[in-house]
């Protein structure tokens, strides 16, 4: 959640080029029925939009930087780096 109590939802993939891979990495997104912003990550290039869901390169989009900020910094959550997830560190 964030500070202003909007939400924001995220999956994160290291790729989604395959259908096979896409449809799962999106199905988790598309189940949440509300209107908050919902974005895949992964280390593929460009960006696209399913349905209002956004897939955006973990690498270019500044706030894959602020969601690994949050993650060190959030109590009770991983505290592992999203970036470093991706790269397998």
């Known amino acids: ?3 202003n109590g ?8 290291y790729t ?13 997104l598309t189940k ?4 908050y912003p919902k974005y895949l990550l992964t280390t593929d290039f460009g ?6 869901i956004q897939k ?3 690498f270019v989009k500044p706030k894959a930087y ?3 900020r949050m993650l060190r910094r959030e109590n009770g959550t991983s505290k592992r780096n ?8």
């Open 32 to 35: 949440i029925r509300d209107s």
């Open 56 to 58: 955006l390169n973990v």
């Open 6 to 13: 909007g939400r924001e939802y995220y999956q994160v993939a």
């Open 66 to 68: 602020e969601l690994a």
């Open 82 to 89: 999203v970036i470093n997830w991706l790269l397998g560190k």
């Open 16 to 28: 989604a080029n395959d259908e096979k891979t896409l449809k799962r990495e999106l199905s988790s």
């Open 47 to 52: 960006t696209a939009n399913y349905g209002g």
């Open 1 to 3: 959640m964030k500070p």
